[in-house]
């Protein structure tokens, strides 16, 4: 709640305006549908990490790459879901301030590497393609450890310096977001100062942060595309293809919600702008998995023998 102190308004907590504006019985229909999604992506992402952690045939760096993904994806939704959950159902509105920091902050540092471990991996298709016969030299372990920190680690810098920078500015008396999580530009909107220098170097940041992965994976995919049409068969091409669909499914899936919310012009409709957020940032995580599982035999087949290792191991156990 908002304190005074002299002239100024010393805000203690905020206010998370999620629904809010939709009646009660869509509010518990969302409660169902927002938990069903959380639960199908712990479940998705967590059977993804354990499988490719248990199984022998699926130790190639691809299969790393993609556990770091699933790492990021369950980082996501537990920032995000939980709260707004309590939102919906126990209409617990009010988050601490350390709470709406800390949840930005996390939430920041999710998105920035994830931005950048998808560039790693269209890295990873681009020499298992292009250089298939260097392929086990190039990406060795210490080569793909190097790669999943070095996507790791940039979010770490662009969250402490936006987050520290935003809660550093004084807040007005309206401690309302506009939003189902503590996103930067709600937030901001809250401030009592002039944030235009904030913004800039947010907009400029954000650009940054989301264009040059996009333009890593460009540039992998033209390569790849390039290598895969000097493929005499088709039957070659088609294999090819197949080992990046997934990816390029999963980049198209998250750039395209990302870009819809933060790089349109500002609009009014508030509402439109919370559900492309929800599109990124809780709907992407659960469909990865899905769609990693779906169109990749050798993760088909592995989950299977996983199935039928613990059915074995049950039964012993009787």
Known sequence: MPMATGNQTRITEFILMSFS?????IQTLLF????????????????????????????SPMYFFL????????????????????????KDISIS??????????????????CFLLATMAYD??????????????????????????????GFPVSTLSTTWTFSF????????????????????????????????????TILVVMIPC????????????????????KGKQKAFSTCSSHLLVVSLFYVSLSLTYFRPTSKNSESKKM??????????????????LRNNEVKNALSRTFHKALALRKVML
């Open 21 to 25: 504006s939709l009646p009660s019985e």
């Open 32 to 59: 169902v549908v927002f938990l069903t999604i959380y639960l199908v992506t712990l479940l998705g992402n967590s059977l993804i990490i354990l499988v490719t952690l248990a199984d022998p045939m699926l130790q």
């Open 67 to 90: 556990r770091n993904l699933s790492f990021i994806e369950i980082g996501f939704n537990v920032v995000v879901v939980p709260k707004m959950l309590g939102t919906l159902m126990a």
């Open 97 to 114: 301030f350390l709470g709406c920091a800390t949840q930005m902050y996390f939430f920041l540092f999710f998105g920035v590497a994830e």
């Open 125 to 154: 298709r681009y020499v298992a393609i292009c250089n298939p016969l260097h392929y086990p030299v190039i990406m060795n372990q210490e080569t793909r450890v190097r790669l999943a920190a070095a996507s790791w680690f940039p």
């Open 170 to 205: 004084p807040f007005c008396a309206n401690n309302k977001v506009n939003h189902f999580f503590c996103d930067n530009p709600p937030v901001v909107r809250l401030v009592c100062a002039d944030t235009s220098r904030f913004e800039v170097y947010a907009i400029v940041g």
């Open 215 to 234: 333009l890593l994976i460009l540039c992998s995919y033209t390569l790849i595309a390039a290598s895969i049409l000097k493929i005499p068969s088709a």
């Open 276 to 293: 492309l957020s929800l599109s990124y940032s809780v709907v992407t995580p659960m469909l990865n998995p899905i769609i990693y599982s």
